[in-house]
């Protein structure tokens, strides 16, 4: 990416998978532009004008607003960065407003009933069609972990002992 943006992000802690998906956004914003005026833009020559036509082409596609809206806030935060830079000179996207997105939290009750799950445990562990990441993910539910801190578990923090597993698990608190 150019303008040294993933090494900023990086630098900031934010994970790589989620610089992944900023960078990818950025340059196929990038390429919007460029492809509706026909040339190569310099980021100081794009306007608010052309983050909405964008936001109103990836509107068009079957995605949820909640992911339009996770789109803008990562223009959002390319622009800052290239204002920090000083490659644009006004950073509009803090005063950029875009209306009709519905980025109310939906909620569900979900009723969990431990006995039943504990019926179902072998059922889960036996089926071949359960992905073993989802079978550890039942597992480490069951046993009351918390799912921010279950996943970062890779297979090296798995020990077999012979008889049992011991995970190392490094907790958020």
Do not use: C
């Not at 460029?34 to 040339?39: A, G, P, Q």
Request: charged share 30%; proline share 5%; net charge neutral.
């Amino acid at each position: 990416m150019p303008y040294g943006y993933e090494n900023h992000r990086l630098k900031n802690y934010i994970s790589p998978n989620s610089i992944v998906n900023e960078v990818s956004l950025i340059r196929s914003f990038l390429k919007f532009v460029e492809d509706y005026y026909d040339k190569s833009v310099a980021p100081h020559e794009i306007r608010p004008i052309d983050v909405r036509n964008f936001l109103d082409n990836e509107r068009r596609k079957p995605i949820k607003d909640s992911t339009v809206n996770r789109k803008l806030i990562y223009i959002r935060v390319w622009f800052n960065y290239m204002w920090e830079i000083e490659k644009i000179p006004i950073d509009f996207m803090d005063k950029f407003k875009y209306e009709g997105l519905d980025t109310t939290p939906r909620s569900r009750v979900i009723t969990l009933n431990y006995a039943e799950l504990l019926e179902k445990k072998n059922d889960v562990f036996l089926n071949p069609t359960v992905l073993l990441t989802a079978k550890l993910l039942f597992l480490f539910d069951m046993r009351g972990m918390r799912r921010r801190d279950t996943l970062q578990v890779t297979i090296k923090d798995i020990i077999d002992t012979g008889d049992e597993y011991t995970v190392h698990v490094e907790t958020k608190d």
